[in-house]
């Protein structure tokens, strides 16, 4: 592929398209956000004021009528949409990023694979959190050895939502994918993954707490990994006290971690990763990491870095190079979710092959 700008069309424009990717789209060398597909009157003015040279289409098939006016396909709608809506991309011959989870199953993940790697076409998935800080932080200190060999991986996103919000993503309708269990379980059980390498048992506890809801709001999941290490992963929307963001336990120390990485609210603020001190965190929140002596030192946390991404797409797209998240990786984690989830209905560990 030439040296030009890339040409990248965004299909939805709500929470995920308008923050977490529009910007860092726009944001990122090499990149230009040409085309934003939403049929919602309201998010159109949004993007057409934030976005003024992007075009604005109502349907994601005028996008493939003319696939040679873009250079890749960004899929930020709804989950029950990721598998026909990337698709249609691969097949009119458009390279592809799905925003997590990137199927419902991991067969529909190892099928979109398929037709990405039989059409030659770039696949990957948005699992942004992998540039967190506080996780940037814990691969760091596990690979340089302050923790010593890592026997334990615990990791919350725990929130404090006692009345429901409504939509989409607190629907109990099966193709919805919706639940915490699907929606901040990929990015924790990702993150589990990658540390620790792969799983061989899940066990799980899928639970449904607040009135109304038919959706899981409440989840722990535990993870053995192969090399006998453990991950302990908790979600919640009940959490008035939430519990320390990471704590990684090792032979030789451990870190402990609390409050989420600075992006996202950045994000939500209009804040963009081209801004002096993207990503740094407030040195009152940086963890604790204690050493095998029981020495304590505060440790800096690394600074997020959710553009490194699309930094990661436009190499892979204009060099050939590897693609930022490899679909291996998020097809590996969805068997452990829908291990986790025949876990909870079962009541007992469900072992994988690895």
């Known amino acids: 592929m030439s040296d030009t700008t890339l040409r990248v069309g965004l299909v939805g424009y709500g929470l995920a398209g308008s923050a977490f990717h529009a910007p ?94 039989e059409r030659g076409l770039l696949l990957t998935v948005y699992q942004n959190r992998r540039w967190d800080g506080d996780f940037l932080t814990a691969r760091k200190l596990a690979g340089n050895g302050d923790l010593g060999r890592v026997l334990r ?28 269990l699907y929606d901040l379980g990929s990015h924790l059980v990702d993150q589990a993954l990658q540390l620790l390498g792969p799983a061989t048992e899940v066990y799980a506890e899928v639970l449904t707490r607040r009135a109304g809801l038919t959706v899981d709001d409440d989840v722990f999941v535990a993870l053995r990994h192969e090399g006998e290490a453990r991950s302990h992963l908790w979600m919640s929307a009940l959490a008035a006290a939430p519990g320390p963001r990471l704590r990684v336990l090792g032979d030789r120390g451990a870190y402990v971690k609390y409050g989420l990485d600075v992006q996202e609210d950045a994000l939500r603020a209009g804040r963009r990763p081209t801004e002096p001190g993207w990503g740094e965190e407030d040195p009152a929140q940086y963890g604790v990491l204690t050493d095998y002596d029981g020495g304590q030192r505060t440790v800096p946390t690394e600074p997020g870095a959710y553009q490194d991404f699309y930094a990661g797409l436009a190499a892979a797209l204009r060099d050939g190079g590897p693609a930022p998240v490899d679909p291996a990786g998020p097809i590996a984690a969805l068997r452990v979710l829908e291990a986790a989830r025949e876990s909870a209905e079962r009541g007992e560990i469900v072992r994988l092959s690895i």
Request: glycine share 8%.
């Open 153 to 180: 991986f615990e990791s919350r996103y725990e929130r404090w939502r006692p009345v429901p919000k409504g939509g989409w993503r607190e629907s109990g309708d099966p193709d919805e994918v919706g639940g915490l």
């Open 24 to 117: 860092l789209i726009s944001s990122t060398p090499g990149l230009r956000l040409a085309a934003i597909v939403t049929a919602d009157p309201g998010r159109r003015a949004s993007a057409a004021e934030a976005y003024p040279d992007a075009r604005l289409v109502e349907r994601a098939e005028q996008l493939w009528a003319a696939p040679d006016e873009l250079d890749a396909v960004v899929i930020a709608s709804p989950n029950r949409t990721h598998v026909p809506l990337a698709r249609a991309a691969l097949e009119a011959g458009l390279p592809v990023v799905v925003d997590k989870p990137l199927t419902r199953t991991a067969a529909e993940g190892a099928e979109l694979a398929a037709l990405a790697a």
